[in-house]
């Protein structure tokens, strides 16, 4: 698992949003609008509740009049168009109010156990004054623009899991419907969407063409923060590939394609050449990347007319293993979506109540044998040149949020996160002795190798804990680690700004809060036309 | 006194470890022991103590490794002995708080436990945690010490970084 390969993944029906959707499907839940309390304008308050795996939730949203001077994206922004809470439960107006005091603060802001997500977005102006200016003449706002920037508003910050005083995950994990990898999360974002779907129809006086609204998602600018995580979850990351390396090994050892597959899969390949072909973003080298992909794939496109052998997407599989990283990830996803019923179970292994389970080594030669075994890849590079440790992680001191520094150029080294797990494997086996030992002995000598340690025994276990490469070395590109995260949450449209952060699209295509249905189920890689 | 959310706790005293100078590894497990210490009704003095000599975490997280080695080399009842209460109580938190099956009894001064290393955990979490102010604060001022003051080129290069902010 390279930095490269996840800098290319793309959304599966594995996704985090996906799994969500189709849960709200198959219950065929209802959003209610339950409390309306909002200007002309479209600053006020909304709560809208919905009935989900036998329990109530609610998101709370408080829109404000944000002046054009204040409106960043920058997570160090300290105010914004609009704040949601999803709450466990229906609150009553003393907790609405309690909400619309602390929700606008969000990190300032103190929270309690039955907030489950904390969340705020700003407004697309562009894309909102349009949709307003149209709904108020009457008429509908300009296909183009809704395929060129594909929503209304951005969240710049999703909170869960105890952030700031909210509910752990621990509290709802075993309920239906929320068990899943960031399902609260996913829940809000859907709800703030179509929250915002309902503001503009409200401010604008009409109605919107369901075909125009669906493909009004919601937008998201995320940055370093969501980087580490990865790193910091090794487990859930490896039970994140796994479910998805194990749907595609399923789907590659299918021994017959019927009819149905067939044309399945056509349509779907169809749909992603015309998604590509939608797909545009001002960042000349990332487009560059995006036009290659749209030629190599209609170049590929026969191929998934052309079946033969015992097993054909395998044979399929090994003739793409000399395609681009981009052009195989799209194939995975492709084929992964064809198959529901062997893949959709996966989505259940996919979350990590536990922690990494893991016996210890018998003794140091043990721990050496698991590392040359495993940790190639992280020995192989000389960390005192500068360029293989260049980076240093940290924590800023303005917002308590994670930053890439330059060793070499800039303070504060000597505070690095550990996310240097190459390089701490590497001096982990440099110091190993020569003689066996209990790994206990070693560690009283050396206590900072513990955490090397435990890396190489989690690996040991779950294959695919460990990002297999120097995170920081001068070529590490952070955005490779966002769109693994993000493809894994079910964004599209990946908008890179910088190899630091990027902007992304979720919910595009998603059906309306009124077709929560199991036919609604099919909106990968969505298209406007 | 403030409830907060395990996680918060959990977060907190890692990073309140860290800026005790005590290594990440250490730091972690120590931040897990200290959610679960307050959440079963665990003193805050103890953890107090640990965070001033560090040295303690250190030793706790060793004799903890050593008991994980026994257990994992033949399954069985897995001893220790602590004659400081305080560090027993902490003792008894850090082996709750792994992620594995444990059973734990105190007799006097020794420790019994029974680890099933492969087994997930079954211990339970509570909605809130309290924590008193003095260690809250201390822990804050440790935590703070982890935190590097931002570079400007750190702030030009963020998410939302250098564009107007109305398309």
Aim: aromatic fraction near 8%; glycine fraction near 6%.
């Amino acid at each position: 698992m390279r930095l490269a390969r996840m800098g290319a993944m793309m959304p599966t029906r594995l996704s985090f949003l996906r799994v969500l959707l189709r849960r709200l499907c198959a219950e065929r839940a209802q959003i209610i609008r339950t409390h309306w309390d909002m200007s002309a304008k479209g600053y006020g308050r909304a709560v809208y509740s919905l009935g989900f795996g036998g329990h109530t939730y609610s998101l709370v949203a408080i829109s404000n009049d944000l002046p054009a001077d204040q409106r960043s994206d920058r997570v160090i922004a300290e105010a914004w168009d609009t704040a949601f809470v999803l709450y466990d439960g229906t609150p009553d107006a003393a907790e609405i109010d309690r909400i619309a005091a602390q929700a606008p603060l969000q990190e300032a802001g103190r929270f309690g156990p039955r907030d489950l997500v904390l969340s705020r977005a700003n407004k697309s102006v562009r894309m909102w004054d349009a949709t307003v200016a149209a709904l108020k003449a009457g008429t509908q706002p300009d296909a183009a623009m809704i395929r060129d920037i594909g929503y209304l508003m951005r969240t710049t910050a999703v909170y869960g899991n105890g952030k700031f005083g909210i509910a752990d995950r621990h509290l709802f994990a075993d309920r239906p419907g929320l068990s899943g990898a960031f399902a609260a999360e996913m829940l809000a974002v859907y709800l703030i969407r179509h929250f915002t779907l309902d503001l503009v129809q409200h401010v604008g006086g009409g109605q919107l063409d369901p075909r125009l609204a669906r493909h009004l998602g919601i937008g998201n600018a995320t940055g370093l923060g969501m980087a580490p995580f990865l790193v910091t979850h090794p487990v859930l990351l490896n039970n994140w590939v796994t479910a998805r390396e194990t749907a595609f090994a399923r789907v590659r050892s299918v021994g017959h394609l019927t009819g149905r597959h067939r044309a399945r899969i056509a349509e779907l390949a169809e749909r992603a050449s015309a998604h590509l072909a939608e797909w545009h973003v001002p960042a000349q080298e990332h487009d560059t990347t995006l036009r290659r992909l749209e030629q190599d794939w209609a170049a590929f496109r026969p191929r998934l007319d052309a079946w033969s052998g015992p097993r054909p997407l395998e044979t399929l599989w090994q003739g793409a293993r000399s395609e681009t990283a981009a052009l195989q990830e799209l194939l995975v996803a492709l084929l992964i979506e064809v198959f529901p019923d062997e893949v959709d179970g996966l989505s259940e292994c996919m979350t990590d109540p536990f922690g990494a389970l893991v016996a210890a080594f018998s003794g140091t030669d043990a721990l050496r044998a698991a590392i040359s075994r495993d940790w190639q890849w992280a020995l192989m590079h000389d960390y005192d040149s500068p360029d293989m440790c260049r980076r240093f992680w940290y924590v800023s001191e303005a917002k308590l949020e994670p930053r890439l520094g330059d060793r070499f150029a800039e303070a504060g080294a000597e505070l690095e996160t550990p996310l240097d797990i190459a390089r701490r494997v590497a001096a982990l086996s440099a110091d190993l002795p020569p003689q066996d030992q209990p790994v206990s002995d070693f560690l009283q000598r050396h206590p900072v190798h513990a955490h090397a340690v435990a890396r190489v025994a989690t690996l040991a276990r779950y294959p695919y804990a460990e990002i297999r490469d120097n995170l920081i070395a001068a070529t590490c590109r952070p955005i490779d680690m966002l769109r693994c995260k993000l493809s894994f949450f079910g964004a599209t449209k990946f908008d890179p700004k910088s190899d630091l952060w990027t902007r992304i699209t979720l919910a595009q295509g998603a059906p309306l809060g009124h077709e929560l249905s199991p036919e609604a189920d099919d909106w990968w890689l969505p298209v406007l036309g | 006194m403030t409830d907060r959310s395990w996680n918060e706790v959990q977060a907190l005293a890692v990073k309140a470890a860290t800026g005790a100078a005590v290594p990440p590894a250490q730091a972690l497990a120590f931040g897990a022991m200290c959610a679960r210490h307050l959440a079963d009704g665990g003193a805050e003095a103890p953890l107090g103590d640990a965070l001033r000599a560090p040295e303690t975490i250190l030793s706790l997280a060793l004799q903890v490794e050593r008991m994980i080695e026994t257990a994992s080399l033949s399954p069985r009842i897995v001893t220790a002995s602590e004659d400081d209460a305080g560090r027993r109580a902490l003792l008894v938190s850090w082996l709750a708080s792994l992620p594995c099956q444990t059973e734990i009894n105190v007799r006097a001064h020794e420790i019994q436990a029974c680890l099933s290393l492969t087994d997930p955990g079954t211990r339970t979490r509570p909605a809130r945690i309290v924590l008193g102010a003095e260690l809250f604060c201390r822990m804050q001022e440790l935590a703070a010490r982890t935190y590097v003051h931002d570079s400007a080129a750190s702030r030009e290069s963020g998410a939302g970084a250098g564009l107007m902010e109305l398309d």
